[in-house]
Nanobody, 124 residues
């Protein structure tokens, strides 16, 4: 069956960096656009970043532009999210998701598979 497994979360101070990874199995990874979402306590899940299945295009929500970088390695079936200059408001559970589409989408309902999430906590 399809599995998306996130890793790399943790506790970091304001201004620090983390690199999240999402390893996919059970699907033809190169046929799926990938997205990163996050959900803070008491808030709805929100789109953070997405990347097309080729890796040729990507998109970021405004609050992370210039700080986060999404990338993928189709040979390793893995998508990454490099998070720099972290802020307390970045604290959330981060999820990766796969959409059977050429390009990414910000629409949660269009993603077919989800990981279990990894906690990111940024202390002030």
């Amino acid at each position: 069956q399809v599995q998306l497994v996130e890793s790399g979360g943790g506790l970091v101070q304001t201004g620090g960096s983390l690199r999240l990874s999402c390893a996919a199995s059970g699907l033809t990874f190169s046929l799926y656009a990938m997205g990163w979402f996050r959900q803070a306590p008491g808030k709805e899940r929100e789109f953070v970043s997405g990347i097309s299945r080729s890796g040729g295009s990507s998109y970021y929500t405004d609050s992370v532009k210039g700080r986060f970088i999404i990338s993928r390695d189709n040979a390793k079936n893995t998508v990454y999210l490099q998070m720099n200059s972290l802020k307390p408001e970045d604290t959330a559970v981060y999820y990766c998701a796969a959409a059977n589409s050429y390009s990414f989408t910000t629409v949660i309902s269009l993603y077919d598979y989800w990981g279990q999430g990894t906690q990111v906590t940024v202390s002030s």
